[in-house]
Nanobody, 126 residues
């Protein structure tokens, strides 16, 4: 079973940047959708960004133009570059993977993803 391990969370002031990483225990890129989700206290887990095997990306409206998802296939690593952070971005961020055969990865329902990391806390202060 593929394991996902996130890192890179922390505390930053509004307007700052953070880069999250997600290391996969084995190669996942060719047959998986990869994504980043987040969950704030008292709220449901929501999709932030996804990427397919060909590198096509999708973003939630709340992060478009501020966050960038990318991957390094040779390193089995997924990234989330977060710029212009806002206090409402405060949440636990999770890396996730979904087995997929059609390459359509603009999917933001957490129930569709089978593999999850343990999460990393991001706190943005005003």
């Amino acid at each position: 079973q593929v394991q996902l391990v996130e890192s890179g969370g922390g505390s930053v002031q509004a307007g700052g940047s953070l880069r999250l990483s997600c290391a996969a225990s084995e190669y996942t890129s060719s047959s998986y959708c990869m994504g980043w989700f987040r969950q704030a206290p008292g709220k449901e887990r929501e999709g932030v960004a996804t990427i397919n095997s060909g590198g096509s990306t999708s973003y939630a409206d709340s992060v478009k133009g501020r966050f960038t998802i990318s991957k390094a296939n040779a390193e089995n690593t997924l990234y989330l570059q977060m710029d212009s952070l806002k206090p409402e971005d405060t949440a636990v961020y999770y890396c996730a993977a979904m087995r997929n055969s059609d390459g359509y990865c603009a999917r933001f329902r957490s129930s569709e993803y089978q593999l999850w990391g343990q999460g990393t806390q991001v706190t943005v202060s005003s």
